[in-house]
C-alpha cells in the first residue's frame, strides 16, 4: 500500500445518496480474492449499457472525470453488506478518498484498512463540492485538513490507528506483522 500524506486531485462527482456496496461492485464480480482489475467493474451496472457499451450519461465516463483521484459522493456512502471488494475496485480504478457527509461504517473500515480515505465533511463544505464537479481538492492527511481550490477548508478526522497506518502505507497486519521481534522478547521475558 502507498503511503497517503497529501493527495491534490480534481474531483468526480457522484451526487447520489445510499449508494451501497453493491452499486459500486456488484454481486456477480466477487468471485475474485485478487485487487486487480476490480477498477473496470466500479459501479458496472451504471457505467456500461446493456451491450456493453460505456454509459455517456454517467458521470465517472465523462472526460472531466478521468483521472480523478477523489470521488465526491452522496450522503451515507458505501451503504449494504460488507463487501472488501468495494474499497479494491474504488483504488484500482484510481480513486485514493471518497467524500461524503456521512460514510458506512463497515465501508469506512474497510477502506482505511486497504488505503482508500473516507473523509466525512460538514453539509456546507460537501454542497460546495457537488455544485463544482471537477474543482480541485487537497487532502492533507498529517493536518487532516482538506482544502478547496477557490473555496472553503474544513478539518476532519480519522481514527489515529487507521491514520497512522495510511501515512506510512501499512495495513494493519503488515504493522502487527513488524511488531514480531518485540513480541518475542516480551513474551521470552516472561517465559
Same mark, same amino acid.
Given at each position: ?19 451501497? *456496496?453493491?452499486?459500486? $461492485?456488484?454481486?456477480?464480480? /466477487?468471485?475474485? *480474492?485478487?485487487?486487480?482489475? %476490480? ?14 457499451? =460505456?454509459? =455517456? ?6 472526460? $472531466? ?6 470521488? +465526491? ?17 474504488? %483504488? ?8 461524503? *457527509?456521512?460514510?458506512?461504517? $463497515? ?8 488505503? &482508500?480515505? =473516507? +473523509? ?9 463540492? %457537488?455544485?463544482? =464537479?471537477?474543482?480541485? +481538492? ?19 478526522? $480519522? ?16 504493522? &502487527? /506483522? ?5 513480541? *518475542? ?7
Amino acid at each position: 500500500m502507498k503511503p497517503f500524506i497529501k493527495l491534490t486531485s480534481h474531483t468526480a462527482v457522484l451526487p447520489m445518496a445510499h449508494i451501497d *456496496t453493491d452499486q459500486i $461492485i456488484p454481486a456477480r464480480f /466477487l468471485k475474485v *480474492t485478487d485487487k486487480e482489475g %476490480l477498477g473496470k467493474k466500479a459501479f458496472h451496472d451504471w457505467r456500461y449499457l446493456p451491450d456493453g457499451t =460505456p454509459n =455517456p450519461d454517467f458521470a465517472l465516463n465523462q472526460p $472531466i472525470n478521468k483521472a480523478a483521484k477523489i470521488l +465526491v459522493a452522496g450522503d451515507n456512502f458505501g451503504c449494504g453488506s460488507s463487501r472488501e471488494h468495494a474499497p479494491w475496485a474504488l %483504488l484500482d480504478f484510481g480513486f485514493r478518498a471518497v467524500i461524503s *457527509t456521512s460514510i458506512a461504517d $463497515i465501508f469506512r473500515n474497510n477502506a482505511l484498512k486497504n488505503g &482508500l480515505l =473516507p +473523509v466525512v465533511v460538514p453539509e456546507d463544505i460537501h454542497q460546495h463540492l %457537488l455544485s463544482r =464537479p471537477g474543482v480541485q +481538492v487537497s487532502i492533507d492527511l498529517e493536518r487532516e485538513y482538506l482544502e478547496i481550490e477557490g473555496g472553503p477548508g474544513t478539518r476532519f478526522q $480519522i481514527e489515529s490507528f487507521a491514520r497512522y497506518c495510511l501515512l506510512v502505507g501499512k495495513e494493519p497486519l503488515d504493522y &502487527l /506483522l513488524d511488531q514480531d521481534p518485540l513480541i *518475542t522478547a516480551f513474551e521470552t521475558a516472561r517465559a
